[in-house]
């Protein structure tokens, strides 16, 4: 099994998608992200049915970085309770593997 998660992010819009990917890059936190525009969210919050566009910030880093990560993204986003997930790949190519890992050095 490889240490590379993927992380997904849903943000308020792609300013703060890219604020978070910026700051999680500069801290060496995450190799590098794409962000996906004008993604339609529903769901309830506080009883009530909500339809809005997000950004969703998808990000590749190591098993080592997922506290900071978390802690980076908490106090940086704008929702109450934001959306952090993190994924644990498999597999992946051993020169992408070590980039990434470069990366996060």
Do not use: G
């Amino acid at each position: 099994m490889s240490n590379i998660k993927l992380v997904y992010i849903t943000c308020r819009n792609d300013k703060e998608a890219t604020q978070i990917a910026n700051k999680l890059i500069n801290n060496k936190l995450i190799a590098c992200a794409n962000i996906i525009s004008k993604a339609i969210s529903i769901f309830k919050w506080n009883k009530k049915l909500n339809k809005t566009k997000e950004s969703i910030l998808l990000a590749k880093t190591n098993s080592k970085k997922v506290k900071k990560i978390m802690s980076l993204v908490l106090k940086n986003h704008s929702y109450a309770n934001p959306c952090v997930l993190f994924f644990n790949i498999e597999q992946s190519s051993q020169l992408f593997s070590r980039w990434v890992n470069n990366c996060l050095k």
